[in-house]
């Protein structure tokens, strides 16, 4: 099993920035890819980003395409979420999950590993 820790959350206001990390530890060498996803109060968790821990693959949502970066640094097993140019409706729970199989995917129950959520609040 792989246990993930987020950090990196917080308070920011409208146009500002935070980035997010992701800490992996245990059996990571079953993770073959990693998400970024986000639920707000009453909605459906969405996909925010997906890179692979070989050669470093990356997709990303459409809407956040620009504005958010997804990294990963192996040789820490950390990945990160850099979120630029922030807005309002960025405030949410934000979820650092592990897929055991290639390719990238943006659908929720593809991932098997879940952390524990880091709360974006976007003032405005």
């Known amino acids: 099993q792989v246990q993930l820790v987020e950090s990196g959350g917080g308070l920011v206001q409208t146009g500002g920035s935070l980035r997010l990390a992701c800490a992996a530890s245990g059996r990571t060498f079953t993770s073959h890819v990693m998400g970024w996803f986000r639920q707000a109060p009453g909605q459906e968790r969405e996909f925010v980003a997906g890179i692979t821990w070989t050669g470093g693959a990356t997709y990303y949502s459409d809407p956040l395409k620009g504005r958010y970066t997804i990294s990963r640094d192996s040789a820490k097993n950390t990945v990160y979420l850099q979120m630029n140019t922030m807005k309002p409706e960025d405030t949410a729970v934000y979820y650092c999950?592990?897929?055991?199989?290639?390719?990238?995917?943006?659908?929720?129950?593809?991932?098997?590993?879940w952390g524990q959520g880091t709360q974006v609040t976007v003032s405005s």
């Open positions: 999950a592990a897929k055991p199989t290639w390719p990238i995917g943006d659908y929720y129950m593809e991932y098997n590993c």
